[in-house]
């Protein structure tokens, strides 16, 4: 009988339950179950409902038992940045925010005043974004500090949801890296950093390297579900998954992880940290077997999915791509990266209102405003390619997508042609297969990173686009 493997997928607007298994060397995919997520507004503030998220994982473990295919282990990755606090009873302290909420807004500044952005950037290598946990926590600590000072634990999102089902509290440190707090050249918090900001350091628990079993399922949800199985705290971060999975095996491999964010970089073997790179705003985050994900996040498809829920999503994202593409002479472009896109009341009125106060022309019909938001895109995905090989003084010779927008054909195609390159897209279930394969590497049915890509690439259909 085949082994099956569990990755929980979670994202920011919907999860998945996704089981593989290992036919032939080849890693087979079967999506078993899905539900919706999405901050909620309590208030002026944007929160994670973390009970109906559990429920989730839960109802989809209930699955496999209906389906008859139990899983010998699961991992689960999300999202990066976001954490939730623990009391001393173990039990959730305060609000679970989240990263597009506004208490934030300039915290980067205040920040600053005490630790200089240059002596932070050197130390952390965590490019500045102002939903960075740093920032999050010096807010609470401004706003809330009796939370902040109560609390015995913090645990990032998948963190929090491994403890809920097995009791046990670890940091992974794929997603610690996403908090500006760990220092680059230790792989651990940067307890200067953290005294300097009057932090509490004990709710930082050390990071632990992806692969960890963590044990076997609490005995009320084994019983609610019907079976056992051992937790893995795999690659937990949801960008340092996608890049396991890209299909090479070059040292030089360029990736876009394409989702709601796109998260383009390269993976290195240490920290870059210059002035270069913390003057081009590219991050430094940790990947599987200590490999750095040097990259930047590129707003993604963040503005055409927000577009689309204006719309009433009336058209599914392939019509608007067709849609875009008969607009493809429309000549106005916007800046992708720009901060007005994080979280607008109207993206639509948002996009008009920038290309009105830059001179441009508004687009006037759907395919017009979508073909805006991908030439943008690729637009920046080429700025960001020319910024990626001054900095590394490395040439790469192709651009390797990988999750859903690698089923955007309009949008490879103009990246291939925007960024002068060859575009490899796929596999879209990235993040899922980087779930997957570090625990298949845990429990020997690959014996590296290496072999694991190579059954990737064999696995998937991969497709390229040339640049006209």
Not at 393 to 417: E, M, Q
Not at 418 to 440: F, H, K, S
Request: with cysteine.
């Amino acid at each position: 009988m085949s082994r099956y493997y569990l990755a929980v997928d979670i994202g920011a607007s919907s999860g998945r339950h996704i089981l593989g298994t290992i036919k032939d060397g080849r890693i087979e995919l079967e999506e078993i179950y899905r539900f919706e997520n999405g901050m909620k507004h309590e208030g002026s503030s944007l929160l994670w409902d973390t009970e109906h998220l559990f429920t989730e994982i839960v109802n989809g473990l209930k699955q496999c038992t209906k389906l008859g295919k139990i899983p010998g282990s699961m991992g689960i990755d999300t999202w990066g940045v976001d954490y939730v606090l623990l009391d001393k009873d173990g039990n959730v302290a305060g609000k679970t925010y989240g990263y597009r909420d506004h208490r934030t807004d300039g915290c980067p500044e205040k920040v600053y005043k005490i630790i200089p952005e240059e002596e932070l950037y050197a130390r952390t290598g965590t490019q500045k974004q102002s939903f960075n946990t740093i920032f999050q926590l010096f807010a609470l600590k401004e706003s809330e500090p009796d939370i902040l000072d109560g609390a015995k634990t913090m645990l990032m999102m998948p963190d929090y949801f491994n403890y809920r089902l097995t009791g046990i509290k670890n940091q992974d440190y794929t997603n610690a890296t996403t908090t500006g707090l760990i220092n680059a050249s230790t792989n651990d918090w940067d307890e200067e950093i953290i005294d300097k900001l009057g932090l509490p350091k004990h709710i930082f628990l050390k990071p632990e390297m992806p692969g960890k079993e963590l044990g076997s399922l609490k005995a009320e949800i084994r019983e609610e579900v019907g079976f056992d199985l051992d937790v893995y705290s795999i690659a937990s971060h949801d960008t340092a998954s996608a890049v396991m999975s890209v299909p090479s095996s070059a040292e030089d491999t360029l990736y876009i992880s394409s989702g709601t964010w796109s998260l383009m970089g390269v993976e290195s073997a240490v920290a870059i940290t210059s002035g270069k790179a913390r003057e081009a705003n590219f991050t430094n985050e940790g990947g599987y077997d200590l490999r750095y994900r040097f990259l930047k996040n590129i707003m993604g498809l963040w503005m055409i999915q927000q577009v689309r829920h204006e719309l009433g999503d009336m058209y599914s994202f392939a019509e608007l791509c067709d849609m875009a593409e008969k607009e493809r002479d429309f000549p106005s472009r916007v800046d992708a990266n720009d901060p007005r896109f994080l979280s607008p009341s109207n993206m639509q009125a948002e996009i008009k209102d920038a290309l009105k106060e830059s001179g441009q022309k508004e687009p006037d019909s759907t395919g017009r405003m979508a073909t805006v938001i991908y030439q943008s895109l690729a637009d920046a995905y080429a700025k960001t390619v020319d910024e990626i090989e001054a900095i590394t003084g490395r040439h790469y010779d192709a651009v390797n997508i990988i999750g859903g927008g690698s089923k955007a054909g309009y949008l490879n195609r103009l990246t291939a042609n925007a960024c002068r390159r060859r575009v490899v897209a796929g596999p879209d279930e990235g993040t899922a297969i980087g779930n997957l394969m570090c625990q298949m590497i845990s429990l020997g049915e690959f014996g590296s990173l290496k072999e694991a890509r190579s059954s990737v690439e064999r696995s998937f259909k991969i497709t390229t686009f040339d640049p006209e």
